[in-house]
């Protein structure tokens, strides 16, 4: 049995996501940022970053967002949750969840985690500022540019859906006008139509 490692409101839930759509036999095991558990021995023994997700496998542990997507993706084909037989196709599909990765996620953490790059009070201030216009922009791109409908890749499902439907459940915290981005919206929505989502949705609720 897999385990998940996740805290609710986390780039964690793209994989929690995954995880169900493939049917998976899994465990999601909640972690308490309250209490800096992702900072525990415990955890650190497992996830030497400190963060989520972390995928507990029989290979052994994975972490980093889009690698455990493709993970899922690719261990249970079934589920068809990438494009597994075109090698351009899942490059596209990587490329997609990489700028969520490196650069979407990025601009978002400058909000609360500022100390990652900088010393001063000030500095935390101007990042602060700064992500309504950066994460703003990076969504921005994906609107207009990247996103193919109806899902994020066109008419198949894939491994991109979860992941832009949870950083765009961060939207309104970050103070990014959702009014300029009705595609990802509508995606949003469309998103908690599907069984899987809302099962998650609720379970990290709860
Ligand atoms: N690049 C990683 C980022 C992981 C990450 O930063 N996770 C955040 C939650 S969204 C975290 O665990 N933060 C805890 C901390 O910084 O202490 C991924 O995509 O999985």
Known sequence: MYKLYYAPGTC???????LEEAGA???AVRLDFKSNQQSSPEYLAINPKGRV????????VLTETPAILAFIAQAFPQAKLAPLGDAFKFAEMQAFNSYLCSTVHVAHAHKMRGHRWATEESSFADFKRMVPKS?????????????????VMGEAYTICDPYLYTLGTWLEGD???????????AHRKRMLERPAVRKVVEAEKA
Do not use: C, Q
Request: charged share 15%; net charge neutral; glycine share 8%.
């Open 12 to 18: 964690a839930l793209a994989s929690h996501i995954a």
């Open 135 to 151: 994460v703003g922009a990076g969504f921005a791109l994906i609107e207009r540019n990247m996103f193919r409908g109806p899902w």
């Open 175 to 185: 103070s990014v006008d959702v009014s300029t981005l009705p595609k990802v919206m």
């Open 53 to 60: 997700p972390a995928l507990v496998t029989e290979h052994g």
């Open 25 to 27: 036999d899994y465990k």
